[in-house]
């Protein structure tokens, strides 16, 4: 069974010094290289589908937007088309849309453990507090317009909190991919290095050994 990339800390790898260079620290070690490459897969794997999932979410944040400055043009339009008709002081006292009746609709989705969320207010009609002062056309196009671009700014802000999530993430990823990638691995390969040399050394050593002893028969 794999061990989590998340979760899982491999040991501190001692250094050159304090390494027995046995038979048995080679296997140990060659034992841990193994988890830690392990380890660095699945964070590697992890970032790269985080980046996907970036990209994917940023092109639909970026689709948002354009109808987003589109509905913020409209709405400037029709307010001041409003203002035309109603003057500005006329039109602060008109009633406003009511919200707090408006139901405000929330989905959450799970992403490798990350919860992004969708959200949306209801297609309801906009519905004055009271009844209009001056019921005029502009009026409900001005109303219609922020109460539509409202919607639209709520779910953008849903996609928005979830792009900070994922690359909140992957940052996080990045770092512990890295420190596996550029220091633990080289430090566990240049222990067993230095093991492998110190064994070569030794069976060297015995073979001269050998050697001298049956010449000494």
Not at 30 to 47: F, N, P, S, T
Not at 82 to 98: K, N, Y
Not at 181 to 193: A, F, G, K
Request: with cysteine; glycine share 4%; charged share 30%.
């Amino acid at each position: 069974m794999r061990r989590s990339a998340v979760t899982w800390a491999p040991k501190r790898v001692p250094d050159i010094g304090e390494v027995a260079a046995t038979r048995v620290a080679l296997l140990e070690l060659r034992d841990e290289r193994r988890l830690v490459q392990e380890g660095y897969e699945l964070l590697d794997e992890k970032r790269v589908m985080l980046a996907t999932e970036i990209l994917c979410d940023l092109r639909a944040h970026e689709v948002a937007q354009t109808a987003l400055d589109r509905l913020w043009l409209e709405a400037r339009e029709a307010l001041a088309g409003a203002v035309e008709i109603h003057g500005f002081e006329d039109l602060t006292v008109e009633p406003p849309c009511q919200l707090d009746t408006v139901l405000l609709r929330q989905a959450e989705r799970s992403f490798l453990g990350l919860r992004l969320a969708e959200a949306s207010l209801d297609a309801a009609p906009c519905v004055p507090a009271s009844p209009p002062v001056r019921s005029t056309p502009e009026l409900k196009r001005c109303a219609g317009a922020f109460r539509q671009l409202t919607g639209e700014l709520v779910a953008q802000a849903a996609r928005a909190a979830n792009l900070r999530r994922l690359i909140d993430e992957y940052r996080r990823t990045e770092r512990r991919a890295r420190a596996l990638e550029n220091v633990l691995l080289p430090e566990i390969d240049h222990s067993l290095r230095f093991i492998e040399e110190q064994l070569d050394a030794v069976d060297q050593e015995e073979a001269v050994r050998v050697r001298n002893a049956a010449r000494g028969r």
